[in-house]
T-cell receptor
Framework: AQSVTQLGSHVSVSEGALVLLRCNYSSSVPPYLFWYVQYPNQGLQLLLKYTSAATLVKGINGFEAEFKKSETSFHLTKPSAHMSDAAEYFCAVSTMEYGNKLVFGAGTILRVKS | DTAVSQTPKYLVTQMGNDKSIKCEQNLGHDTMYWYKQDSKKFLKIMFSYNNKELIINETVPNRFSPKSPDKAHLNLHINSLELGDSAVYFC???????????FGPGTRLLVL
């Protein structure tokens, strides 16, 4: 079975500050891990993914995430928040053994203050 | 140009009606999925098809029936709509054996 826990349903940062969104996963087999972003009334856009290559993964819009197997974590970071980063972020896990279905966390709403 | 498209974008209907949502992908993928995002924004898989064959069926009421006429299309038919079916339904696709799924823009269903 697989599951994802996102710590913090809401995160608020000032513009220019570090963004840290937390994600912990559970998987009985080596996982694929993803971060998706959803802007209001929009679809899901892939930010980045981990697929067992490099543990530090760089994505679009300056985001990156680090896979830490020992901590079962895949936290999302961005050094300097921009107003346009305000959105909801979803962490997800999948494996081919489970038909590649994505299991999502509950989401974290990021608010960026000016 | 749109990779994964869904129609309609918005759907407002009465309880008890039957409705369909269509999904098409032009990426040449052979696996397609339906996800439901509820009012609390929680996303959960409903179905997946690979080459028109049902692969995943996640304890969805049998009022929901997916149909895949070919590998580029996966439609979702819902019978006897209930208030709790109000949600955003996302279609996605991937290439078999590859992990990345590409999502459509979603269909916002409101049942009154």
């Amino acid at each position: 079975a697989q599951s994802v826990t996102q710590l913090g349903s809401h995160v608020s940062v000032s513009e220019g500050a570090l963004v840290l969104l937390r994600c912990n996963y559970s998987s009985s087999v080596p996982p694929y891990l993803f971060w998706y972003v959803q802007y209001p009334n929009q679809g899901l856009q892939l930010l980045l993914k981990y697929t067992s290559a490099a543990t530090l993964v760089k994505g679009i819009n300056g985001f990156e995430a680090e896979f830490k197997k020992s901590e079962t974590s895949f936290h999302l970071t961005k050094p300097s928040a921009h107003m346009s980063d305000a959105a909801e972020y979803f962490c997800a896990v999948s494996t081919m053994e489970y038909g590649n279905k994505l299991v999502f966390g509950a989401g974290t709403i990021l608010r960026v203050k000016s | 140009d749109t990779a994964v498209s869904q129609t309609p974008k918005y759907l407002v209907t009465q309880m008890g009606n039957d409705k369909s949502i269509k999904c098409e992908q032009n990426l040449g993928h052979d696996t397609m999925y339906w996800y439901k995002q509820d009012s609390k924004k929680f996303l959960k898989i409903m179905f997946s098809y690979n080459n028109k064959e049902l692969i995943i069926n996640e304890t969805v009421p049998n009022r929901f029936s997916p149909k895949s006429p070919d590998k580029a299309h996966l439609n979702l038919h819902i019978n006897s709509l209930e208030l709790g079916d109000s949600a955003v339904y996302f279609c996605a696709s991937s290439r078999r054996g590859e992990e990345t799924q590409y999502f459509g823009p979603g269909t916002r269903l409101l049942v009154l």
